[in-house]
Nanobody, 129 residues
Framework: QVQLVESGGGLVQAGGSLRLSCLAS????????MGWFRQAPGKEREFVAA????????TYADSVKGRFTISRDNAKNTIYLQMNSLKPEDTAVYYC??????????????????????WGQGTQVTVSS
């Protein structure tokens, strides 16, 4: 059974940093894209960042470029989201997601929730002003 488990969320002041982790179990995703999404109260789930294991290809939402960094540790089957210069508008539940199929070669595709087959339970990030 595939599981994605996020951790690392919490309460931080504006300008601060957090690092989220997503541990995958049940299978490896060495050839697959994985991503981070977030959902604020009353809003739709939105794309934050995605990464393909092979080649370390990454893509980011414009709202987080230059502040967030997605990375992976293949040996630990874990991806991370380093979040710096946090803003109150970054407050949301952050979800990790994985595609069941090998990387499809189209990064625009991976900005959509429908691209992913597996989801974690989410971790709350709250940024105070």
């Amino acid at each position: 059974q595939v599981q994605l488990v996020e951790s690392g969320g919490g309460l931080v002041q504006a300008g601060g940093s957090l690092r989220l982790s997503c541990l995958a179990s049940g299978r490896t995703f060495s050839s697959n894209a994985m991503g981070w999404f977030r959902q604020a109260p009353g809003k739709e789930r939105e794309f934050v960042a995605a990464l393909a294991w092979s080649g370390g290809i990454t893509t980011y939402a414009d709202s987080v470029k230059g502040r967030f960094t997605i990375s992976r540790d293949n040996a630990k089957n874990t991806i991370y989201l380093q979040m710096n210069s946090l803003k109150p508008e970054d407050t949301a539940v952050y979800y990790c997601a994985a595609d069941a199929q090998a990387y499809r070669g189209d990064w625009h595709y991976y900005t959509r929730t429908a691209a992913y087959d597996y989801w974690g339970q989410g971790t709350q990030v709250t940024v105070s002003s």
